[in-house]
């Protein structure tokens, strides 16, 4: 069912002030930065061994990065689990008893199809199911 850990998403106010660390501290590869207007969201990709970190800025205060990070803070948002056949992950986890954000893919950044499972279903984690149609990794 769940082939790895695809990445962890952190929630930042800033990629330009934070980016940095990662980049010249932790010596992570900048994969691509991509907007994704549909969650008001810019996000920095960064190869971590074979899992990246996604790095969120909010682009706007209506976006659920700005709503988290004004609750909580920055740190790690969420945990995305690579999955195949997303669909039927979907019917597994609502069989399964698992409140589900997304009854239906969407289109997430890098291209990849997504749902989110709600996090009081899985003990407060935000986990993000995540399927990379035609594509490697």
Same mark, same amino acid.
């Given at each position: 069912m769940i082939k /790895?850990?695809?990445h962890i998403g952190i929630a930042v106010k800033s990629l330009e *002030? @934070? +980016?940095?660390?990662? @980049?010249?501290? $932790? /010596? $992570?590869?900048l994969l691509a930065i991509e907007e994704v207007d549909s969650q008001k969201v810019k996000v920095a990709f960064l190869q971590a061994g074979q899992t990246k970190l996604e790095l969120l800025e909010p682009t706007s205060e209506e976006s659920p990065i700005a709503k988290f990070i004004e609750k909580r803070g920055e740190g790690i *948002?969420?945990?995305? +689990?690579?999955v195949e056949s997303i669909e039927e992950r979907i019917s597994e986890m609502n069989e399964k008893g698992i409140r589900m954000i997304d009854e239906q893919p969407r289109l997430g950044a890098g291209g990849a199809h997504i749902a989110f499972m709600h996090p009081k279903s899985s003990s407060g984690v935000l986990y993000e +199911?995540?399927? /990379? /149609?035609?594509m490697k990794g």
């Open positions: /790895k850990v695809d *002030h @934070t +980016l940095p660390f990662y @980049t010249n501290v $932790l /010596k $992570l590869s *948002h969420h945990v995305a +689990l690579g +199911l995540c399927e /990379k /149609k035609g």
